[in-house]
């Protein structure tokens, strides 16, 4: 295969022809698909663009006979996979298609594996359901398929569980079970959203390597822009359930016709850090000394292991300033923000919160320090008590410190105002909002308690790209307004270079690299920073440009 040349002239893998797939009644439009066409070649790799209910997922169930029943219907249009129409086959003939023909890899391997069954045996059950083979014969094929996605000691890992294995491993699992018996048409939705940047690198490398030498049709779902500027032979994006774009992806990442791809490719956050005024004389709200977190694990007939979590960690921020702390998972920045938040006791070191020294007090010492800290997490839908209407769960601190209701609820109104939403909502509850107005919830909760340090953990890493746009727009706003000291965590290397002033890189628990944001990211000094950044999908793209090099083979 050769760029987007890939598979022209050939009978398509995979045509849709007018898709429209009906959504129950009473939903916010009639149809979850709407008239979709599209195809995809051999040798091919299309990616499926659009935010969350744009409609993509939705077609890539359709293509599999996954739609829940009773809730999603095709009522119109035609799935042709090698010319056999999909949504004429029955659930028997859908079963043997599903891996021979066609497999998919599902967002969350966690969710999509078996979590009582030795990952050997979950591609097995592959084979023994598909294939007359024996066992011999069905070990062989494993062992095969397991190098072939590049898993490490194939022959110990498939006596393993799911949880034994790391987010990049899991997912090599599942690629193995979709490939096992190469079907013509493999369909990714989202398989690299939760992972790394160093191991997203390795699963696109791993996808398109295994594409250019089977010949493999690929539908690969995402609302990364970066993504496909990566892999992407062509390009269709949805919006509320059509097609509103279709081509080569070199024409549509660097010409885009339709607004909305405009904004999507536009909301990409650049990889190059702009040149932020820092302010020297600015007060010292935050700063740790040789901080460290040690767990001692303990196991039945087994000697203690001692696992590192943080190790002699030096860290400072200025108020009014944004320091990114950033790295893989694992790298213990979590750990860290934890430690200076006092949601865990760290075992050594100092936390100094203004001139005062937090990081050693006991429980019962900390409460006149914790309204000054606050923290927003990754995930807005376990942040907020679902029982509770979101007015309750804003309010709650700043009651429980004294601040009577009327005044509590005051500044609410106030700040629903300030993270842009409508005041009156706040007698609604937070599945009445969507994942990024949740977000907002959380931040206009912290800044109730008017915190002099606000933490947020991987707080838009969960978010689409033209919402986790307007949730850093916000937040940097939040730090200008209240002069805040923000410590902002993240792996997105692009997200970084955009909000902070400052930045901290951290590998197996150390600061490895600690500098200003615009000369770490332009002259990093060490390795692993410098494979950070080399890794990072679409880096060769000036997406606020349209424009990019030449795709590499």
């Keep these: 295969m050769t760029g987007s040349n ?129 066992k011999k014969e069905r070990a062989k094929r494993i062992i095969r398929i397991m190098e072939e996605v590049r898993l490490p000691e194939p022959k110990r890992l498939i006596n393993t569980y799911p949880h034994q294995l790391s987010g990049g491993q899991r997912q090599r699992i599942m690629i193995a079970m979709a490939l096992v018996l190469e079907p013509v048409l493999l369909i990714a939705d989202e398989p690299t959203t939760a992972l790394d940047v160093t191991t997203q690198a390795s699963i696109l490398q791993l996808i398109r390597d295994i594409q250019r030498d089977h010949q493999t049709g690929v539908l690969f779902i995402t609302h990364d822009f970066g993504v496909v500027a990566e892999i992407a032979d062509r390009v269709a994006v949805m919006q509320w359930g059509k097609v509103v774009e279709f081509g080569e992806a070199k024409q549509v990442l660097s010409n885009p016709q339709h607004a909305y791809t405009r904004m999507l490719i536009g909301s990409v956050p650049s990889m190059t850090p702009s040149q932020r ?27 203690t292991r001692t696992v590192h979590a943080a190790q002699q960690v030096d860290l400072e921020v200025r108020r009014g300033e944004t320091l990114g702390i950033v790295g893989e998972s694992g790298s213990g920045k979590t750990t860290v923000a934890r430690c200076i938040a006092r949601l865990i006791d760290p075992t050594s070191g100092e936390v100094f919160l203004g001139g005062d020294e937090i990081g050693q007090l006991r429980t019962g010492q900390l409460r006149p320090y914790r309204r000054r800290i606050q923290i927003i997490f990754q995930d807005p839908y376990r942040s907020l008590n679902p029982r509770r209407v979101v007015g309750d769960s804003i309010i709650e601190g700043a009651t429980n410190y004294g601040l009577p209701k009327e005044e509590a609820l005051k500044r609410a109104r106030s700040l629903m105002e300030l993270v842009q939403l409508d005041p009156n909502a706040l007698d609604r509850f937070p599945h009445q909002f969507s994942g990024g107005q949740r977000q907002r919830i959380c931040i206009a909760r912290a800044l109730t308690m008017e915190p002099e340090v606000l933490i947020a953990d991987e707080a838009v890493s969960a978010l689409d790209v033209s919402v986790q746009a307007q949730v850093l727009k916000l937040l940097d706003d939040v730090r200008k307004r209240f002069n805040l000291a923000l410590l902002f965590i993240t792996h997105d290397l692009r997200v970084a270079a955009q909000i902070c002033d400052t930045v901290a890189v951290m590998s197996q628990s150390k600061v490895v690299e600690y500098g200003l944001t615009h000369d770490v990211f332009t002259n990093s000094q060490h390795e692993y920073t410098q494979s950070l950044l080399s890794a990072a999908p679409g880096k060769d793209w000036d997406f606020g440009h349209f424009s990019r090099p030449d795709r590499k083979p």
């Design 6 to 134: 890939a598979g022209k002239g050939v009978q398509p893998v995979l045509k849709i022809d007018n898709l429209s797939v009906e959504l129950p009644k009473g939903a916010d439009r009639q149809h979850a698909v709407e008239n979709v066409s599209l195809e995809v070649r051999p040798g091919e790799i299309l990616c499926l663009v659009g935010e969350s209910g744009s409609g993509k997922s939705v077609t890539g169930l359709s293509i599999m006979g996954l739609l829940p029943k009773g809730q999603l219907t095709p009522v119109s249009g035609r799935i042709l996979l090698q010319d056999e129409n999909l949504l004429e086959a029955n659930e028997e003939r859908l079963r043997d298609l599903r891996c021979t023909g066609m497999a998919m890899i599902f967002q969350e391997p966690m969710t999509a594996l078996n979590p009582v069954m030795r990952c050997g045996d979950q591609i097995d059950e592959v084979l023994r359901t598909h294939t007359r083979l024996n």
């Design 277 to 303: 005024e820092r302010d020297a004389s600015a007060q010292v709200v935050l700063n740790t000394s040789g901080l460290s977190k040690t767990y001692s694990e303990r196991a039945l007939f087994r000697s």
